[in-house]
């Protein structure tokens, strides 16, 4: 069963737009949520992240929403720029330090 | 700054060849990681190593050892090579274990096994 996951495989956005990505998890332990961008041929490269016991971060353009009641959490980016266009893995820490992946979003940005 | 640096970056095997992936870091982590990543799936956890001198088994080991050889160091090995070990393979640090203390990536290895 998976824990994590992202049940968009891709989504397409204006330049200038808002980019909205989503995320759903099962376990309500999970201490830390974390975003990661992935360019082809390359590692993941970590974004942000958010703590459990917060309901929102901001990191310039890039802001992650947690509702926790919901087991939710978005991805927002405002606005969109060509360089975006990449693959957006949600992750999310247990309780042992390591780190459950969703499937990714492709995030493509239309000029 | 290289940060994490894994070879090769691709290779080809026959079924029951070995092979070992290897995995350095100039950043000074205490923790390091290998992962998999398959088509249309996360990255999925196959060992990882707290701090030199551990190592602890992830979600999906079967068919891999692995070797902390010193703090920089990590070392990834498939004894018997399986058509169903064909993926990416990405080895990641940290500082620590924690979600404060982000991962850094390798560019990957893409393995092939015929």
């Known amino acids: 069963d998976q824990q994590v996951k992202q049940n968009s495989p891709s989504l397409s956005v204006q330049e200038g737009r808002i980019s909205i990505l989503n995320c759903d998890y099962t376990n309500s332990m999970f201490d830390y949520f974390l975003w990661y961008k992935k360019y082809p041929a390359e590692g993941p490269t970590f974004l942000i992240s958010?703590?459990?016991i917060k309901d929102k971060n901001e990191d310039g353009r890039f802001t992650v929403f947690l509702n926790k009641s919901a087991k939710h959490l978005s991805l927002h980016i405002v606005p969109s720029q060509p360089g975006d266009s990449a693959v957006y893995f949600c992750a999310a820490e247990d309780s042992n330090y390591q780190l459950i992946w969703g499937a990714g979003t492709k995030l493509i940005i239309k000029p | 700054n290289a940060g994490v640096t894994q070879t090769p970056k691709f290779q080809v095997l026959k079924t029951g060849q070995s092979m070992t992936l290897q995995c350095a870091q100039d950043?000074?982590?205490?923790?390091m990681y290998w992962y998999r990543q398959d088509p249309g799936m996360g990255l999925r956890l196959i060992y990882y190593s707290a701090s030199e001198g551990t190592t602890d088994k992830g979600e999906v080991p079967n068919g891999y050892n692995v070797s902390r050889l010193n703090k920089r160091e990590f070392s990834l090995r498939l004894e018997s090579a399986a058509p169903s070990q064909t993926s990416v393979y990405f080895c990641a640090s940290s500082e620590q274990g924690s979600g404060n203390q982000p991962q850094h990536f390798g560019d990957g290895t893409r393995l092939s096994i015929l």
């Open positions: 950043m000074n982590h205490n923790s």
């Open positions: 958010i703590s459990s």
